[in-house]
C-alpha cells in the first residue's frame, strides 16, 4: 500500500491518474485532461449499455417489420423465437379499450394471441401519443 510521509498526508490524489492534487479544498483532480478522461470514461460505460439496449430493440423492430409486410399479420410464437426476438424488451405498449395489449418496438408492435399466435402490427393514428402515455 502507498503511504504519504507525515508531512504530505494533507495532499489529494486524482481520482483519475493518482497523482498530486493542488489548488482549492474540493477539487479532485490534478488536470482538467485527467477530468475529462475520468468523465468520459464513466460516460463510455454508461453509453455501452443504453447501445446495447438500442440495438436489442432495433433488433425486435426488425423480426416484426421482416414478419409484417402487409401492415398486419399473424405468426407462431415458435418463428420469433427462432428469430431470436426478445420478448423482455419494448418501447412502449399501448391498451385498447378491451383491455388487449399490445407491445411495440418503436412503431411494430405484436400482441399475444390465444394457442401461440402473435399478431404483428403497425402503429396507427388512431393510437394513443406517446406523451399520454
Known amino acids: 500500500m502507498d503511504f504519504l510521509p507525515p508531512e504530505r498526508k494533507d495532499i489529494k490524489r486524482c481520482l483519475s ?31 455501452r449499455w443504453i447501445k446495447g439496449l438500442n440495438s436489442l430493440l ?13 401492415g398486419h399479420s399473424t ?5 420469433l423465437k427462432k428469430s431470436k426476438f426478445d420478448f423482455r424488451f419494448y418501447t412502449h405498449r399501448f391498451q385498447t379499450a378491451k383491455g388487449d395489449i399490445y407491445y411495440f418496438c418503436y412503431e411494430w408492435g405484436y400482441q399475444v394471441l390465444p394457442e401461440g399466435r402473435i399478431l404483428i402490427v403497425n402503429w396507427q393514428d388512431y393510437m394513443k401519443p406517446l406523451s399520454n402515455a
Do not use: Y
Open 58 to 70: 432495433r433488433k425486435n423492430r426488425t423480426i416484426l417489420k421482416k414478419l409484417n409486410p402487409v
Open 75 to 79: 405468426v407462431r410464437t415458435e418463428v
Open 17 to 47: 491518474c493518482g497523482g498530486d492534487v493542488s489548488g482549492r479544498m474540493g477539487k479532485k483532480f490534478c488536470s482538467d485532461q485527467c477530468r475529462a478522461q475520468f468523465h468520459n470514461q464513466k460516460k463510455n460505460k454508461d453509453e
